[in-house]
């Protein structure tokens, strides 16, 4: 007499399809990678369009010190409102704890197009006066063709 032997368990198949989630993990980058550059800016300002732009990779850095001016003329330090007679000190501190002798010591002015040349001269004396040397004014290259 024989025994039954039975061999379903052979026919099991344990291959996981990972397929799917490649597909939702790459979408999940290109948005991350869209959606990053953004939020570097915090402050939206409409900059002034020019022909002859050069490129400032630095202001993209984390620890770049960017002052923001915008239409109705108030005045940001990175992504925190502050008055005229704040910003001086504020910058003086940033610039302060930028201790590596390497470190970039400028500032980085973004204006709106719209804004009043007044409040940009007060901006940019007022960031002079915090020991300045190197001031630097953003803006976008224009799309003429």
Same mark, same amino acid.
């Given at each position: 007499? #024989? +025994? *039954?032997?039975?061999?379903? #368990?052979? &026919? !099991?198949?344990?291959? +996981?399809?990972v397929t799917p989630m490649?597909?939702?993990?790459? !979408?999940?980058? +290109?948005i991350f990678m869209v959606i990053t550059p953004m939020l570097n800016n915090k402050v939206v !300002?409409?900059?002034? &369009?020019i022909s002859a732009a050069v490129i400032m990779e630095d202001a993209n850095k /984390? %620890?770049? +010190?960017?002052v923001a001016v915008t239409r109705d003329g108030k005045t940001f330090l990175g992504g925190d409102q502050v008055?005229? /007679? /704040?910003l001086a000190s504020k910058v003086a501190d940033l610039l302060s704890k930028?201790?590596? *002798?390497? *470190? %970039?010591?400028?500032?980085?002015?973004?204006? %709106? !197009?719209r804004s009043s040349y007044g409040i940009v001269m007060d901006t940019i004396d007022a960031v002079r006066a915090a020991g300045v040397s190197q001031l630097n004014l953003l803006t976008d290259m224009s799309q003429t063709e």
């Open positions: 007499m #024989g +025994i *039954a032997k039975r061999d379903e #368990g052979k &026919k !099991v198949n344990s291959n +996981i399809n490649v597909d939702v993990m790459l !979408v999940l980058l +290109i !300002v409409d900059l002034p &369009k /984390e %620890d770049a +010190i960017t008055t005229k /007679e /704040e930028k201790t590596d *002798a390497n *470190a %970039d010591k400028s500032v980085y002015l973004r204006a %709106d !197009v």
